[in-house]
Each structure stands twice: as structure tokens, then as C-alpha cells.
């Protein structure tokens, strides 16, 4: 469960992080 969960956590992170780029992206 802690590996399925820090995978999760880190899915998160690098989702978050690709949305920003490409709202960043469609900005300029």
C-alpha cells in the first residue's frame, strides 16, 4: 500500500506539473 501510494502521490505531482506546462503553452 505505501508504494501504491507514494506511485499515486508522484502521479499527481507530474499531472499537475504537465497541466501547468500546457496551460503555460496555450498562454503564449
Given at each position: 500500500t505505501c508504494i501504491t501510494f507514494l506511485t499515486y502521490e508522484m502521479?499527481?505531482?507530474y499531472a499537475?506539473?504537465?497541466?501547468?506546462?500546457q496551460r503555460e503553452n496555450e498562454r503564449l
Open positions: 502521479f499527481l505531482r499537475k506539473d504537465k497541466i501547468r506546462k
